[in-house]
């Protein structure tokens, strides 16, 4: 795309940031609640509906795996992104991920689906690096730093309210065939939930946004352009002013 945007363009431009960017605050919060929703109920669920003799051990390990996935795939779905400039296709990938990983935690019959389940859900939470790098690139300076700041608190904000919503499943019990699910477990599935919301607010509201118009390069490039414009102005004057003593020095 023309770096010249017009009027109409600009502005159809600004409507998308604006909404990619209530997109991306609702995907922090979700992303907060990832973590926070599953883990104070994760214990419970091993003693009581998880079969094995090593319940600290796999409480250990699926702790760990969630962050253990995040941090293990953040810097190349981040370098994805960021070559291909896809945010609308990577958020979709990102919240399958979390969904499939959800759904997969309460599953019950053995330790293996909640460790894989957290794993699966981690690859997803890589969604959070691509979100603040394509709100970087979107916004001037002045307006990066109050952007992020957002973003942060929606994802605290989150995390926060997770262990809340906890409250609401304390009475669920019920059977899908075999299926158990109870306050313990239910977590999991509420979020699978919410990651499909997000997929239907992610095809509607994210756009790609950068890949349409870099609006941090476009900014820089105009400063750096001036910088040299002023720099070449002001050698031509340093210039212009030394011309007269140069004719004086041979002058006879």
Same mark, same amino acid.
């Given at each position: 795309?023309?770096?010249?945007?017009?009027?109409?363009?600009?502005?159809?431009?600004?409507?998308?940031?604006?909404?990619?960017?209530?997109?991306?605050?609702?995907?922090?919060?979700?992303?907060?609640?990832?973590?926070?929703?599953?883990?104070?109920?994760?214990?419970?669920?091993?003693?009581?509906?998880?079969?094995?003799?090593?319940?600290?051990?796999?409480?250990?390990?699926?702790?760990?795996?969630?962050?253990?996935?995040?941090?293990?795939?953040?810097?190349?779905?981040?370098?994805?992104?960021?070559?291909?400039?896809?945010?609308?296709?990577?958020?979709?990938?990102?919240?399958?991920?979390?969904?499939?990983?959800?759904?997969?935690?309460?599953?019950?019959?053995?330790?293996?689906?909640?460790?894989?389940?957290?794993?699966?859900?981690?690859?997803?939470?890589?969604?959070?690096?691509? %979100?603040?790098?394509?709100?970087?690139?979107?916004?001037?300076?002045?307006?990066?730093?109050?952007?992020?700041?957002?973003?942060?608190?929606?994802?605290?904000?989150?995390?926060?309210?997770?262990?809340?919503?906890?409250?609401?499943?304390?009475?669920?019990?019920?059977?899908?065939?075999?299926?158990?699910?109870?306050?313990?477990?239910?977590?999991?599935?509420?979020?699978?939930?919410?990651?499909?919301?997000?997929?239907?607010?992610?095809?509607?509201?994210?756009?790609?946004?950068?890949?349409?118009?870099?609006?941090?390069?476009?900014?820089?490039?105009?400063?750096?352009?001036?910088?040299?414009?002023?720099?070449?102005?002001?050698?031509?004057? %340093?210039?212009?002013?030394?011309?007269?003593?140069?004719?004086?020095?041979?002058?006879?």
């Amino acid at each position: 795309m023309n770096m010249n945007l017009n009027t109409i363009q600009k502005e159809k431009w600004l409507q998308k940031r604006k909404y990619t960017f209530i997109a991306f605050s609702i995907q922090m919060v979700v992303i907060g609640m990832e973590y926070s929703l599953t883990i104070v109920t994760l214990w419970l669920y091993i003693k009581e509906m998880i079969n094995t003799s090593s319940p600290k051990l796999y409480y250990g390990l699926v702790s760990l795996s969630y962050m253990l996935a995040c941090a293990i795939l953040t810097p190349f779905i981040g370098r994805w992104a960021d070559r291909t400039r896809d945010i609308n296709k990577s958020s979709l990938i990102c919240n399958m991920l979390m969904l499939t990983g959800n759904v997969l935690y309460t599953i019950h019959f053995s330790p293996i689906f909640l460790i894989g389940g957290r794993v699966i859900s981690g690859f997803g939470g890589a969604l959070k690096s691509i %979100i603040y790098s394509e709100t970087i690139r979107s916004y001037v300076g002045h307006e990066t730093s109050t952007k992020l700041s957002v973003l942060s608190i929606m994802l605290n904000f989150g995390f926060m309210l997770g262990p809340g919503i906890n409250f609401f499943f304390k009475d669920i019990n019920f059977y899908i065939g075999r299926w158990h699910f109870k306050n313990v477990n239910f977590p999991g599935l509420f979020l699978g939930f919410l990651c499909f919301a997000m997929e239907i607010v992610t095809i509607t509201m994210v756009h790609d946004l950068s890949k349409e118009f870099d609006y941090k390069d476009f900014t820089e490039n105009n400063f750096i352009t001036n910088v040299v414009d002023e720099v070449y102005e002001y050698d031509n004057i %340093i210039d212009d002013k030394k011309i007269p003593l140069m004719q004086k020095n041979i002058l006879p």
